[in-house]
């Protein structure tokens, strides 16, 4: 477990926030405390369920079922990755399975947008948590999704930082940081930083 520093977003009027919202395209590198605050405040667990209600979360973001099957993986730029643990509210240092697969993701997201210098934000899908309840989940997970990288970006805004999604999934991503069996579909890629001033 990462001993990060907890920080509080500065007070801001709600449709203030939502008009000054835009992707900003050139970024600078924020600290890991201030990407860490944005994925723990949008992603946080404040009730887990148990009994009949195992499993299901009650978060900020919305999910089907209460299931929330989209996590966060943080990777700078020297390709170290923290992943968040929701239920227990950690950050934790992973160790990447495949370094050659890491690099082609992080490739990617820099040709994409090579003006930002910032933390990817990789978002992998448990695929068998919908399934649980759902015949078929695949538009549930992909809504999800959808639901994660707007509120990461709202929280993005609360805290003052910039927020880019690339519009690529990033399965080498997901494929690089977990075991070779995983179950896990990559669901998008994002770039959080700091703005740069013009």
Not at 134 to 142: E, T
């Amino acid at each position: 477990m990462l001993d990060i520093p907890r920080l509080v977003p500065p007070s801001r009027n709600f449709v203030d926030l939502l008009r000054s919202r835009r992707s900003a395209r050139q970024l600078e590198i924020a600290t890991l405390s201030e990407v860490a605050a944005v994925v723990r405040e949008a992603l946080k667990a404040d009730f887990i369920g148990t009994g009949p209600q195992e499993g299901r979360k009650r978060k900020r973001v919305i999910s089907a079922g209460a299931l929330h099957p989209v996590k966060c993986v943080v990777v700078d730029p020297d390709a170290h990755a923290v992943a968040y643990d929701d239920k227990k509210d950690e950050f934790l240092s992973i160790e990447p399975r495949n370094s050659v697969l890491l690099a082609d993701g992080l490739a990617k997201s820099a040709a994409i947008l090579p003006t930002a210098n910032g933390h990817i934000i990789s978002l992998i899908a448990d695929v068998r948590a919908l399934s649980i309840i759902y015949a078929n989940p695949d538009s549930l997970l992909w809504r999800d999704a959808g639901a994660v990288l707007q509120t990461l970006a709202l929280v993005c805004e609360a805290f003052d930082l910039g927020f880019c999604p690339l519009g690529i999934l990033g399965q080498e991503l997901a494929d690089a940081l977990l075991p070779a069996d995983h179950q896990f579909l990559g669901v998008g890629i994002a770039v959080i930083g700091r703005r740069v001033a013009r």
